[in-house]
Structures are given as C-alpha cells and as structure tokens.
C-alpha cells in the first residue's frame, strides 16, 4: 500500500466550478500537509500547509485536513482556466526526514 | 515564500559527458536539500537528500556514482549527473527545506536532454 494516494483525474470542470481535490494516506504519524501546484514544466509551487487537523483558507483556495480519517483536500472555489495544473499533496512527520506526495491530479478548467 | 533558484532550466548534451545542476536558496538557509526525478505525466521520483556538510542519502535503485550530490553550503547544493546516457534524459528538480523544516519548497526544474 502507498503511503499517500491520490486519483490521477484528469479532472475537467467548467469555469466557475467548485474543485475538490482529494488524498488519503496511512501513516497516523503525517503532522504536516502540503498541497502544491505544478504547471508543465515546471517546479511545483506550494499552495496551502496546514498542520495537524482542521480547516485552512487563503482566497479562493481552502485546505482541510481530517486525521481521524487521514484524509486531506483542497477545494478551489470559483475556479478559473489558469487553474489548470497538476495539483499535488504531500505530507510530512514530525521529523521532517522525508516528504511523501501523492502522484498528483490533473485538473483541467474549461472557459 | 522562501525561494529556491535552479539552474539551468534545460540542458541538452551528448552522450559521455557530464552536466551539473545548480539548487540555491536565496532568502534562507536550507538544511536539508532534496533532488527528485520525474518523468512525463509521473509524480515525483526521489533520487537523495543531501544535509549541509554530510554525503548525500540515496534512495534504492539510483546510482551514487552517476548522481554526484554535494551540499557544500546552507544555500547551494550541486546535482551533477556524469557520463550522461539518453536514459538520463529527465526532468530533475530540486526542493528545499529551513531550519524550521516544516515547509518545502522547490526550484523550478531542469529539464535534460541526452542525445
């Protein structure tokens, strides 16, 4: 079993649409979690961190996270074709040894 | 957020030769650096971690010899891939994180081409 799973997509919503991304993951020790976005080519661009559970919001972009599930997501509201990237979670223990990420979901914003 | 140069951004070389790939954190100091691999349409791939002052930790499967890591300085860390083959041929980026730790952060690639 993978530390972190996360559903490939691709993802296709219209614009406007609300997104929600989603992971899950095994390890009860993950604090800390990360949601990146990765255009083409590109590095990935950190987003949102949260630590430990609740809720997180910064414009249209809003991270949960619920460690009784291990269960993460983001939600994009009113989303926009400049959207469209690869969006990645990660998370990390306490100790910060290594980060584990998900494989990424495509998400694709139509005009 | 804290920003990680890498350099260059694409590189294309023959085949034998070897190409070095710069990391640097220009706004703090990274303790801890790492190097990943990707591959098109793959998530991140993660080849070593390197620590300020310490030989690099390599992941199963890839070759210490091929990928010189050296982290000589809380702000740089050097890739170099030798004797380069089209196997080789990659998308490498780079990440970062404080003495904090809690937070990474990435440069934004360097895509290689081996002909």
């Known amino acids: 079993q993978k530390e972190v799973e996360q559903d490939p997509g691709p993802l296709s919503v219209p614009e406007g649409a609300i997104v929600s991304l989603n992971c899950t993951y095994s390890n009860s020790a993950f604090q800390y979690f990360m949601w990146y976005r990765q255009y083409s080519r590109k590095g990935p661009e950190l987003l949102m961190y949260?630590?430990?559970?609740g809720n997180k919001e910064d414009g249209r972009f809003t991270a949960q996270v619920d460690k009784s599930s291990k269960y993460i997501s983001l939600f994009i509201r009113d989303s926009q074709p400049s959207d469209s990237a690869t969006y990645l979670c990660a998370m990390s223990a306490r100790n910060f040894n290594k980060f584990y990420f998900g494989s990424g979901t495509k998400l694709n914003v139509k005009p | 957020g804290a920003v990680v140069s890498q350099h260059p951004s694409w590189v294309i070389c023959k085949s034998g030769t070897s190409v070095k790939i710069e990391c640097r954190s220009l706004d703090f100091q990274a303790t801890t650096m790492f190097w990943y691999r990707q591959f098109p349409k793959q998530s991140l791939m993660l080849m070593a971690t390197s620590n300020e002052g310490s030989k690099a930790t390599y992941e199963q499967g890839v070759e210490k010899d091929k990928f010189l890591i050296n982290h000589a300085s809380l702000t740089l860390s050097t890739l170099t891939v030798t004797s380069a083959h089209p196997e080789d041929s990659s998308f490498y980026i780079c990440?970062?994180?404080?003495?904090?730790?809690?937070?990474?952060?990435f440069g934004s690639g360097t895509q290689l081409s081996v002909l």
């Open positions: 949260t630590y430990s559970s």
């Open positions: 990440s970062a994180r404080g003495e904090v730790g809690e937070k990474l952060f």
